[in-house]
């Protein structure tokens, strides 16, 4: 699971608010932390679900004011900031949830299972950026959730080798086997018309969220704004690469390049300029052929 898509994006750093930068700080060390102790070390599942039971148990130390007993310098940072920027703890909560879950699961039955998890891994930061610059309204929520569900499935399509290596598969089984794509393929990173048929499936119903939850760009004012014009158009990039390569993501992780940064903030400048989103997201039916 990727805790910070601005990895693969990182025109978003420099375009983000200097207000903003110690708060997205703290809420990415706290992404980072857990993301170590779901995945890093040579910790039994047991031992992980144990060191997130005391990160929850830490979360619950900031919701009542007291010093938390693990991480005690994260969590009176994060405390300091839940109180000067008047966060909710819940998308905290939500994040805990998905590291957990992720150290169990590694298949997915269906879309509806593997949107259900990026509800909790992904839409969390949306929602606690929305909230730090005082934009979360339902309309702003729901096309924030939509950008980073885009986000988490686009990451998941670079990282199909990877994700592999780890004993874990993010494309739905349902998916898999309507294209007849088995995982004896995935181990041989085996590229034919049945992963280009799967992955072109894929690929159209993220670019579809990714494009329906754009406008969210150009309602959100200032540099937050523009930050998000570039994180849209950097996973819409991502898209392209992964087409243009015929969908093979085995041979070399597909990911954005100097030039493809310049097209990024190309695209970025056309779309805050014109205020409006010129993409449009290819219909998903039309890929299932």
Not at 81 to 88: I, K, S, Y
Request: charged share 25%.
């Amino acid at each position: 699971m990727e805790p910070d898509h601005y990895d693969d994006f990182p025109v978003a750093r420099v375009l983000l608010p200097k207000a903003l930068r110690a708060p997205v700080g703290v809420i990415y060390h706290v992404a980072r932390t857990l993301d170590d102790i779901a995945d890093e070390g040579d910790w039994s599942p047991e031992e992980r679900h144990t060191r997130l039971a005391d990160f929850r148990e830490g979360l619950n130390a900031v919701a009542e004011g007291r010093p938390a007993r693990v991480h005690p310098m994260l969590f009176a940072k994060l405390a300091e900031m839940v109180r000067e920027c008047r966060l909710p703890l819940a998308p905290f909560y939500d994040l805990v949830a998905a590291f957990d879950q992720d150290i169990d699961a590694s298949r997915y039955a269906d879309r509806f299972e593997l949107l259900d998890f990026c509800r909790r891994s992904a839409n969390p930061i949306g929602h606690l950026m929305l909230h730090l610059i005082h934009e979360a309204t339902p309309e702003n929520l729901a096309d924030s959730d939509a950008i980073c569900t885009a986000l988490q499935l686009v990451t998941f399509l670079q990282d199909v080798s990877a994700d592999w290596a780890r004993g874990r598969i993010y494309l739905p089984l349902a998916d898999r086997e309507r294209f007849g794509v088995t995982e004896a393929q995935i181990a041989a990173g085996k590229v034919d018309d049945a992963w280009r048929a799967l992955m072109a499936h894929e690929v159209a119903l993220a670019r579809s969220l990714m494009v329906s939850g754009a406008p969210l760009a150009l309602r959100v004012p200032g540099r937050f704004g523009l930050e998000l014009c570039s994180v849209v158009h950097g996973g819409l990039r991502v898209l392209e690469i992964i087409e243009r390569g015929g969908y093979d993501v085995f041979r070399a992780r597909p990911a954005l390049r100097a030039p493809d940064w310049a097209v990024v903030l190309l695209r970025t400048a056309a779309m805050w300029l014109s205020r409006r989103v010129s993409v449009r997201a290819p219909s998903i039916e039309s890929n299932n052929a």
